[in-house]
């Protein structure tokens, strides 16, 4: 139509990213352009639980999750899905997640940004530990 601006791609991408899809579970295109899982599907054996330190956060890439415990011993999961630009984040520095693809930054202790461009902190998951075991859930849908 003249006259009529085209939508950006970032634009677009907002849109389709906000748009629920029934039936389909949430997905993130990773920064080698396949699709990964945003979060599990179905309670996810993470590992045992002692390799989650107190006061510290462990990195489970294949999951999308980041798992820490605080000083009490308390586990915390969250989704390591960016929720800028939707990309798996794959480096954690002590406790602080850093997305490879614009540089947001997030406490993996938290879920809160850090720093931008993100401005909306990370998806919480349900966690407990199990026999000993890491065991990280979907979250539970409304």
């Known amino acids: 139509m003249p006259g009529r601006p085209t ?5 677009v991408l907002r849109g389709a990213a906000l748009t629920p899809v029934a039936g389909l579970g949430l997905a993130a295109c990773s920064p080698g352009g396949e699709t990964v899982d ?13 390799e ?13 999750v980041v798992v820490s415990r605080d000083a009490n011993g308390t586990l915390k999961a969250y989704s390591t899905i960016c929720t ?7 480096k954690l520095e002590g406790t602080k997640l850093i997305c490879p693809c614009h540089g947001s930054e997030f406490d993996a202790t938290s879920g809160e940004v850090l ?7 990370l998806k919480e998951l349900p966690v407990e530990a199990k026999n000993g075991r890491v065991v990280a859930g979907p979250a539970a849908t409304a």
């Open 7 to 11: 939508p950006s791609r970032r634009t």
């Open 38 to 50: 945003a979060e599990p599907t179905a309670p996810v054996d993470l590992g045992a639980e002692s």
């Open 52 to 64: 989650v330190a107190k006061g510290g956060a462990k990195l489970y890439r294949d999951h999308n």
């Open 84 to 90: 800028h630009a939707l990309c798996p984040i794959n």
């Open 115 to 121: 720093a931008a461009p993100a401005s909306v902190p």
